[in-house]
């Protein structure tokens, strides 16, 4: 089955909610968007100009200062259209992620390789800054029981990021101290 390009509907749902410059869309990018996808400016341009081109948006030049222009992109009716086929479709495939951490876990022969406990340590301290972020978002956004209903598949998205996030950190120091009790009971036995 050949893949979809998923960006595309992204680009189209982020200007389904707001008009937006190239720039405020990469920016989405750092910010919310990019706690479940990445994407950087040389895959959003290019792909700006092909949307426009294929008529599923449009964009007006906006004055910023005295000189400097900007486009404004927005959703046009066939970029409407196709967004929500796209949302209507449903999701029948798991994508399995990209994590480089789980790929060299995956070549660690030995319990009691050298690496693996600041590997280990690395990465728990990485997924429990990573949990706090994501909880601060969530109160920043969704402190309000009505701010929930407002947009409540934002508010879903961070919740499942957060247990995602709870759970890793959770699996990483139960890893940890399994492996500092190994150490300790082999130096027991010496």
Do not use: C
């Amino acid at each position: 089955m050949a893949q979809k390009n998923k960006l595309k509907y992204i680009i189209l749902g982020l200007l389904g909610e707001h008009d937006l410059t190239g720039y405020d869309i990469a920016k989405a990018f750092t910010a919310d968007i990019g706690e479940f996808w990445n994407a950087n400016h040389s895959q959003i341009y290019p792909l700006l100009k092909r949307l426009e081109t294929a008529g599923l948006i449009t964009h007006q030049l906006q004055l910023s200062g005295e000189k400097l222009e900007k486009k404004v992109y927005s959703l046009t009716a066939a970029g409407q259209a196709q967004l929500s086929d796209w949302l209507h479709e449903p999701t029948t495939e798991l994508t399995a992620s990209k994590d480089e951490f789980v790929l060299k876990l995956y070549f660690v022969q030995n319990a009691d390789d050298p690496m693996l406990q600041p590997m280990l340590t690395e990465q728990l301290r990485l997924h429990q800054a990573k949990l706090a972020h994501l909880q601060k978002q969530m109160t920043r956004k969704f402190s309000a029981v009505a701010s929930k209903t407002d947009n409540y598949g934002h508010f879903l998205i961070l919740q499942h990021a957060i247990e995602r996030e709870q759970g890793y950190s959770d699996w990483l120091a139960q890893t940890l101290a399994q492996k500092t009790l190994r150490a300790a009971a082999a130096r027991n036995h010496l």
